[in-house]
T-cell receptor, first 111, second 115 residues
Framework: GENVEQHPSTLSVQEGDSAVIKCTYS??????FPWYKQELGKGPQLIID?????GEKKDQRIAVTLNKTAKHFSLHITETQPEDSAVYFC??????????FGTGTRLQVFP | EAGVAQSPRYKIIEKRQSVAFWCNPI?????LYWYQQILGQGPKLLIQ????????DSQLPKDRFSAERLKGVDSTLKIQPAKLEDSAVYLC?????????????FGSGTRLTVV
């Protein structure tokens, strides 16, 4: 079955700097890769996603890149703000199948 | 639209006791998932329903966990008897039929502490 690895487990950056979180997946049939943000006491919230027929997608300060050959995808947050502090999860799935999550990255943005 | 509702928000029980969690998905969402999220880890799928039928329960510890989704709407997840290692947040998610991961909406979860 699918296995998703995520690095780093914790990431501390200064406000205004960029943050990058990386994930790798094992099942080459996976074709949907979302990123979730989870704040304390809340469920995961979708922030951006990408499908396997696209190499990069951007939404304001957030971007995701996908390398199908290497089976890895990354989340890029530019101009980080304190409110970006949260736990971020990557995930992978095949079309209508369930999501398999990574282990999470705790991002801390210091003012 | 209303989100995925879960209750209770918190529950503390002693080991070997029983506990039940409730989930009300988004109206019209045929697929419902229960995930277990242990502190410091990513959510792990326990069971997936399509309407009121089970699609995947391969990761559900069936000797102590059970789940049902009557009438294809609300769902309950039960643990009997609970163990210390069951301490976790139990997340419910729902999606439109056929959308799978692309249409997930999560509830806020139930935090279970087993002492």
């Amino acid at each position: 079955g699918e296995n998703v690895e995520q690095h780093p487990s914790t990431l501390s950056v200064q406000e205004g700097d960029s943050a990058v979180i990386k994930c790798t997946y094992s099942d080459s049939a996976s074709n949907y890769f979302p990123w979730y943000k989870q704040e304390l006491g809340k469920g995961p919230q979708l922030i951006i996603d990408i499908r396997s027929n696209v190499g990069e997608k951007k939404d304001q300060r957030i971007a995701v890149t996908l390398n199908k050959t290497a089976k890895h995808f990354s989340l890029h947050i530019t101009e980080t703000q304190p409110e970006d502090s949260a736990v971020y999860f990557c995930a992978a799935s095949k079309d209508t199948d369930k999501l398999i999550f990574g282990t999470g990255t705790r991002l801390q943005v210091f003012p | 639209e209303a989100g995925v509702a879960q209750s209770p928000r918190y529950k503390i029980i002693e080991k070997r006791q029983s506990v039940a969690f409730w989930c009300n998905p988004i109206s019209g969402h045929a697929t419902l998932y229960w995930y277990q999220q242990i502190l410091g880890q990513g959510p792990k799928l326990l069971i997936q329903f399509q309407n009121n039928g089970v699609v995947d329960d391969s990761q559900l510890p069936k000797d102590r966990f059970s789940a049902e989704r009557l009438k294809g709407v609300d769902s309950t997840l039960k643990i009997q008897p609970a163990k210390l290692e069951d301490s976790a947040v139990y997340l419910c998610a729902s999606s439109l039929m056929g959308f799978g991961g692309r249409g997930y909406t999560f509830g806020s979860g139930t935090r279970l502490t087993v002492v």
